[in-house]
T-cell receptor, first 110, second 116 residues
Framework: AQRVTQPEKLLSVFKGAPVELKCNYS??????LFWYVQYSRQRLQLLLR??SRESIKGFTADLNKGETSFHLKKPFAQEEDSAMYYC????????????FGSGTKLNVKP | DTEVTQTPKHLVMGMTNKKSLKCEQH?????MYWYKQKAKKPPELMFV???????INESVPSRFSPECPNSSLLNLHLHALQPEDSALYLC???????????????FGEGSRLTVL
């Protein structure tokens, strides 16, 4: 069975501080990993996906297959980064099955 | 048009009512999804339609009945619901791809359902 674990429900950091949102997964094959974000009063939207290896809004995430992790990082947090972040996994052979972690609320303080 | 539109935004219904939630997208996506989200919880997958055919049903009770009339529309018919079914129901769509690789999920704003 697929499982996505986000151990932190809430993460508070000061503006300008580095931030790391943790995500671990368990899956027997080679999954696709994503980070989705939900800003206040906005719809859930894709932030980044591991296959793109891109940096979006200063965020990066590296897939570590050895540690089965896909942590989201940003070197200098901004107040506008405050949002709910969900790590998500899509099954290798059933790519329409997206599973979400429990989410981490990031609060960036001024 | 890069949006997924859901109606109604809010719905209150009794346990004996029959109602429907509607979802529409015009991005040419051939996969459409229903998710259920309770307060402070992640979205839980309910159903997936791929090319207008039901491809995934995550053991959802039969009081929820999905329908995909065409490639742009997705409905969720509700009948004899329970108060614990009160939640935000999210519709999403994505491109379908064969083989490896997946598409981005585009979410609607959701329909907030209250069952009395």
């Amino acid at each position: 069975a697929q499982r996505v674990t986000q151990p932190e429900k809430l993460l508070s950091v000061f503006k300008g501080a580095p931030v790391e949102l943790k995500c671990n997964y368990s899956y027997s094959g080679s999954p696709e990993l994503f980070w989705y974000v939900q800003y206040s009063r906005q719809r859930l939207q894709l932030l980044l996906r591991h296959i793109s290896r891109e940096s979006i809004k200063g965020f990066t995430a590296d897939l570590n297959k050895g540690e089965t992790s896909f942590h989201l990082k940003k070197p200098f947090a901004q107040e506008e980064d405050s949002a709910m972040y969900y790590c998500a996994l899509s099954a290798q052979y059933n790519f329409n099955k997206f599973y979400f972690g429990s989410g981490t609320k990031l609060n960036v303080k001024p | 048009d890069t949006e997924v539109t859901q109606t109604p935004k809010h719905l209150v219904m009794g346990m004996t009512n029959k109602k429907s939630l509607k979802c529409e997208q015009h991005m040419g996506h051939r996969a459409m999804y229903w998710y259920k989200q309770k307060a402070k919880k992640p979205p839980e997958l309910m159903f997936v339609y791929s090319y207008e055919k039901l491809s995934i049903n995550e053991s959802v009770p039969s009081r929820f009945s999905p329908e995909c009339p065409n490639s742009s529309l997705l409905n969720l018919h509700l009948h004899a619901l329970q108060p614990e079914d009160s939640a935000l129901y999210l519709c999403a769509s994505s491109q379908t791809q064969t083989g490896a690789g997946t598409g981005e999920l585009f979410f609607g704003e959701g329909s907030r359902l209250t069952v009395l």
